[in-house]
T-cell receptor, first 111, second 116 residues
Framework: QKEVEQDPGPLSVPEGAIVSLNCTYS??????FMWYRQYSRKGPELLMY????GNKEDGRFTAQVDKSSKYISLFIRDSQPSDSATYLC???????????FGAGTRLFVKA | KAGVTQTPRYLIKTRGQQVTLSCSPI?????VSWYQQTPGQGLQFLFE???????NKGNFPGRFSGRQFSNSRSEMNVSTLELGDSALYLC???????????????FGQGTRLTVV
């Protein structure tokens, strides 16, 4: 079993929809939870990160961490065609410097 | 300011050959980390260099190696290429070690390696 599981999709939604992207993990030592966005033929870029548990909001994006369920989510409100990309979750513990990535979910937002 | 530059962007090699990929970090960044991205396995950590020293290493065979120069530029080498080494190889540069909560780590566009 992988340390981080993420449904690869693809996920196709109409413009304006609320998108929910999720990852589950097995390592309870993870404390940093990140979401990256990767456009086609580009490298990943950090969207948001959360330390430990709780929610974090940045514009149309909200990241949630539920450590009791080992489950993290990224919500995108009022989705736009420009949000079409692959979204990668990633996690790290505080001691090591290795980050474990999910496989990525491909998102298509249709105009 | 200039971003992270990876060269070449695309590469086709034959099984058994070796290949060297280059990563030029953002000016002032001393950490360079390397990742392999494949559709099946996603993004996997290869190794990280800081000030010319390898600080962390992932679970890849010894055919994968790297180094960092005094100007922080880094190279990774894969010897005896296998078909399964076909992937997008990404590097990330940063002021500090690791990606955890690191808002100052930036990825390059990657080198697409195809082994035939």
């Amino acid at each position: 079993q992988k340390e981080v599981e993420q449904d690869p999709g693809p996920l196709s939604v109409p413009e304006g929809a609320i998108v929910s992207l999720n990852c589950t993990y097995s390592n309870s030592a993870f404390q940093y939870f990140m979401w990256y966005r990767q456009y086609s033929r580009k490298g990943p870029e950090l969207l948001m990160y959360t330390y430990s548990s709780g929610n974090k909001e940045d514009g149309r994006f909200t990241a949630q961490v539920d450590k009791s369920s080992k489950y993290i989510s990224l919500f995108i409100r009022d989705s736009q065609p420009s949000d079409s990309a692959t979204y990668l979750c990633a996690m790290s513990d505080t001691g090591g410097f290795k980050t474990i990535f999910g496989a990525g979910t491909r998102l298509f937002v249709k105009a | 300011k200039a971003g992270v530059t990876q060269t070449p962007r695309y590469l086709i090699k034959t099984r058994g050959q070796q290949v060297t990929l280059s990563c030029s970090p953002i000016s002032g960044h001393r950490s360079v980390s390397w990742y392999q991205q494949t559709p099946g396995q996603g993004l996997q950590f290869l190794f990280e260099y800081f000030s010319e020293t390898q600080r962390n290493k992932g679970n890849f065979p010894g055919r994968f190696s790297g180094r960092q120069f005094s100007n922080s530029r880094s190279e990774m080498n894969v010897s005896t290429l296998e078909l399964g080494d076909s992937a997008l190889y990404l590097c990330a540069s940063s002021l500090k070690l690791g990606l955890q909560g690191n808002t100052e780590a930036f990825f390059g566009q990657g080198t697409r390696l195809t082994v035939v």
